[in-house]
């Protein structure tokens, strides 16, 4: 059984303050996309958002939607109550700005998952890799009574599969699954252009 934890608590400061997870793209919002491609490939997928206002913001029928439990970690919190809510022993965790996420790499990673903590494209894009629950919930834990909001401090704690992104080209040759939206540009762009459709 699987999990699939998005991050949708970003404040969109390089979007103007636009929730980055309802921006349209192909007349859809990017969030809707993503649960689209994940609900065929996990059990369960839980939406994190940063805080009560926007979880009334979000609403999606099927999905579980918390909030952050701790303010000012960004992904490090999101992937901590993310966790805290999922009921599996893996979940994928990705952000809400990859709106071609690809489910057969979704599927490679939960395979190459097994018997380790994290399995992560490498180079590294730890929003778009498979955490084994427990282990990671422990890492994120200690990582925010640090005070260390850098992701790696938590890859850093865990046993790790780094997955190639030759081998992940195999099967998603244009590496879209990894594209991801950062401006508006970007959404203008991504709306006229058909490689990852």
Sequence with gaps: MRTAVVLAGGKGSRLNYVEKALLELHGEPILNHIIETLS?????????????????????????????????FGPVAGIYSGL??????????????????RADVVDLLFRRAVGYDVA????????????????????????????????????????????PKDEIRAIDPNLCTFVNINN??????????????
């Design 40 to 72: 065929g490939c996990v059990d369960e997928i839980v939406v994190v958002a940063r805080d009560e206002e926007q979880q009334r913001t979000l609403h999606l029928a099927g999905v579980r939607i918390v909030r952050d439990e701790v303010r000012g």
């Design 84 to 101: 805290n809510a999922s009921s599996f022993e893996y979940a994928f965790v990705a952000a809400c700005d990859m709106p071609f996420i």
């Design 120 to 163: 992560i494209p490498y180079p590294l894009e730890p929003l778009h890799a498979v955490y084994r629950r427990e282990t990671t919930i422990r890492a994120a834990k200690a990582a925010i009574e640090r005070r260390e909001g850098a992701i790696m401090y938590i890859v850093d704690k865990l046993q790790a599969n780094y997955v």
């Design 184 to 197: 508006l540009e970007d959404v203008e762009i991504l709306n006229k252009k058909t490689l990852c459709d």
